[in-house]
């Protein structure tokens, strides 16, 4: 039977496939198809990790001190006991057979099918043991990891000679949460398309969602509960709408709407080196937010005229709290300025805290873990300033940089002027020590982030102390309405259109271009094409968004004639309703667009 699943869209597209069910506490795992020659391997692999994990039990029992609770012993036979049964490494060594999975994948996949059928016991005691065979996997899981990748490397992608299963069905991801920086991991990875139960619109998890380019839905609720595996799931990544176990006839349907979106992507890719220019001569600068140094390359690729926004914490997540030193963040930043070439590089200073957690925590465990607000506690600059060694270690890395290119810093969630003066304190340090260890860097343009609505009430004493301002919509909107980004119970009230949240970010450009300072904003808004006008009316002449939005942004660059919305904007900020406000001036001054110069892609 089909069935519907509302959730969130993140990330535009039509995407078909079969489900991949993962466990959220297990989607770092490396999923990748392995050759027909490396199935005995694999099969070895897990036998080996069984073997190793039987040992490791049968030793901890033997050892078990003699205060240890009675429950132990029996406990730890119940785990060698189910570590050798048939339903687990034998239905697991199927997967690799008949699938080609490498071996984790194998077992997270056969986990999920059992967990299933725990979930649906009657029985009390026989549902509970569901953990302890999670447990069983955990060991299994971290005895195949050893020595192998961890959950920070990148992409694991199909091993060398891996068979690629292009040929085959295409799969999608659906899990219950996926935390920022494990989506990350899935870049280049074997999914065509993403499904989470929870999340927000512009929760990170979202939008590293994003930046993959690749059809996504999130706070989809029950799908990881609904879905089973194999499942053959369509996502529709431009409404939200998950339909699993389509018909045929909905099917082809769809299957005409991804051929359309895909011929549409490649007709905006042709304005790749079109100059961004208004239809009454205001030129624009589009530029990418990158979350690795390896996304310079696609910014450049997408006609990226710099980097607006380089979120630096992802080089710090998944660490198990070891942070990277100086010499590897001077290291990726330098690979970022030099694939850039010249054009400028804003790299943020670390944003870890809220939905970012240093460890791998997904919105779900943050929630439990922290029961006070993670968004309102020490984050951002806020935890930068409570490290000054780490701090200052960050600021030097950045600053080292600059000497192979153009290089701007920018600090997150900037609320207060001493924020902003110990920022600049210790960036004044960072530089001495510099000097004193004979290190070069060039000057660089210091840069805050507008994202509570303090930053925009203080503003001209920012704008005093900073070369430059860029907006974070994603966290002012969180900050203007109360309504936290990543939680999708109140995504409903997280609204981009909220006539405070746009006189917010009117005020900031016009506060900013009146005192002469450069203005950009970084948030989602900047790369959604609703918006396109409205911002060109306030004024902002710099835009900072995924590489994949440009086109498209671009596209409504050129359509727009910025001094006639200009006129009009008030219209727009002053409206109960500014979307309908903007909606009716878009037909409005379309008509009024002499086609002649309306621009045809
Ligand atoms: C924002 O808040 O708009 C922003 C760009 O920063 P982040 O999404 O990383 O919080
Ligand atoms: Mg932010």
Known sequence: MSIQVFGLPVSRGVAIGRAVLVASSRVDVAH??????????????????????????????????????????????????????????????????????????????????????????????????????????????????????????????????????????????????????????????????????????????????????????????????????????????????????????????????????????????????????????????????????????????????????????????????????????????????????????????????????LDRMSVNELRHEHALNPALGLRAIRWSLSEPSMFRQQLRAILRASAYGKVRVLVPMVAHVNEARHTLEALARAKQQLTEAGLPFTDVEVGAMVEVPAAVLILPSLLRLFDYVSIGTNDLIQYTLAIDRADETVAHLYDPWHPAVLNLVAQTIAQARAAGKSVSVCGEMAGDPAFTELLLAMGLRSFSMHPSQISSIKQRVLRTDARRWASRLDQVLRAEDPQAACADLLRVLANATPSSKAIAV
């Open 32 to 357: 990748y198809f392995i050759d027909e020659a490396q199935v005995d391997d694999e099969i070895d692999r897990l036998r080996d990790a069984r073997d190793a994990v039987a040992r490791e039990l049968t030793t901890l029992k033997r050892d078990l001190p003699t205060e240890a609770p009675a429950e132990l012993p029996a406990l730890l036979d119940v785990h060698l006991m189910l570590l050798h049964d048939e339903v687990l490494t034998g239905a697991t060594k199927q997967w690799i057979v008949d699938r080609h999975y490498n071996a984790e994948w194998a077992l997270s996949a056969q986990f999920e099918v059992l967990a299933r059928q725990f979930d649906d016991m009657e029985d009390d005691y026989l549902r509970e043991r569901k953990a302890d065979l999670e447990q069983v996997v955990e060991r299994l899981l971290r005895a195949m990891s050893s020595g192998a990748a961890t959950s920070f490397a990148p992409a694991p992608g199909p091993a060398p000679g891996a068979r690629d299963f292009g040929g085959e069905d295409p799969l999608v991801l659906v899990a219950n949460d996926v935390a920022p920086a494990d989506m990350l991991q899935f870049k280049h990875s074997v999914f065509t398309g993403f499904i989470t139960d929870v999340g927000g619109k512009t929760s990170h998890t979202a939008i590293v969602a994003r930046s993959l380019d690749i059809p996504a839905v999130v706070g989809a609720r029950e799908a990881s509960r609904i879905i089973r595996q194999d499942d053959w799931v369509i996502i529709d990544g431009d409404s939200g709408i998950v339909i699993v176990n389509p018909s045929p006839i909905v099917l082809e349907e769809y299957r005409f709407r991804q051929r359309q979106s895909e011929l549409e992507r490649a007709r905006l890719s042709r304005l790749r080196h079109t100059p961004a220019i208004t239809l009454d001569g205001e030129r624009v600068e589009l530029l990418a937010n990158i979350e690795l140094p390896g996304d310079a390359p696609a910014a450049l690729e997408a006609g990226a005229v710099g980097v607006g926004l380089f979120r630096s914490e992802f080089l710090f997540l998944n660490r198990g709290g070891e942070l990277p030193g100086e010499d590897e963040q001077f290291e990726a930043y330098r690979a970022a300025v030099e694939a850039m070439n010249g054009l400028p590089v804003t790299i943020r200073t670390v944003d870890v805290g809220a939905d970012k957690s």
